[in-house]
């Protein structure tokens, strides 16, 4: 049993503030759903079990004295000679430990593709048929990694148990120990005739195809996680799962907040000042909105129910649209006439300090250089 110290990474004096950051950070590197390799979950038991162990004062103690979580076990801090043999030495004093052959059917390993989305499928979501190339039942021998019309023959070298046993003298007198069995490999049975389409291994290469439905609100690095769509595993064992991690692709006019989407409306000076009605096309079909007389540059329109319905409800989010007021760079002789003719009429003040005022434009402005 490995040592839960070991396994942390910490000394033995460690404060409990200290194995949690330590149990922390290898989670974060270990956990499924970050890391799916076989190694990666066995070691992320480890590390969780060792956290539970030196987390709690009183296991912790108990551990410290050599009990019943300590790699010698036991109660008392010694479970007596039997497990003392056992653990340096493999078996049981006086005899082989109780073993069983090994399975050839393994579970397959879990694989991770990437699906690139646009804006709109975020939407309402999207289906996807994606090519993936895996682990596949042979045809040929459906996983009995023999040749047709043939099967696995018992191990002559150990009897079909798997593994062989061995005196070995010791100070302590002669213990019995057992290893796998260098023919079968621990199997107990031997294949003499593999089938050929495989090699022996029960699965080929081969890409298929898995349809998928994408739920509506994904954002990029999400995975989604589909079990029972990995590679299959050796001598057809069960598949293992896929994961789908998803990358949503920018969009050119418009940005997400959340389940908003953000916009900017291009609006003429002549347009702000004697007001509109103007249509646009949004991700799911067009927008009509109306700009009141005078509309200022900076304002926010919100088009309730038009951005991305949410991931864990049919709940959809806002358009917001913030209006930028484009003032004209060039002017010909007669239109700088009417705009000064303008200026006499509306006996405009001459420009001020004021207040300053971020305002709603200016944040989505941010939003969208962040975003």
Sequence with gaps: MADHYEVLGVSREATTDEIKKAYRKLA????????????????FKLVTHAYEVLSDDEKRRRYDMGGDESPFGGAGGFGGFSDIFETFFGASAGGARAGRPRSRRERGQDALVRVSLELGDVVFGAHRDIEVDTAVLCETCQGSCCQPGTSPERCEVCGGAGFVQRQVRSLLGNV?????????QGYGTTIP??????????RVRSRRTVSVDIPAGVESGLRLQLPGSGEVGPAGGPHGDLYLEVQVAPHPVFSRDGDDLLATLEVSMTDAILGTRTTFEALDGPVDIELRPGVQGGEVLTIADRGITGLRSSKRGDLRVGIHVVTPTRLDAKERALVEELAKRTKAPKPRLAEFHQGLFSKLRDKFRNG
């Design 28 to 43: 974060r590197q270990l956990h499924p759903d970050v890391n799916p390799s076989d190694d990666a979950a066995e070691q």
């Design 176 to 184: 019995v120990t057992q290893q796998p069995c260098g023919v079968c």
């Design 193 to 202: 005739h593999p089938c050929a389409t495989c090699g022996g291994q029960g």
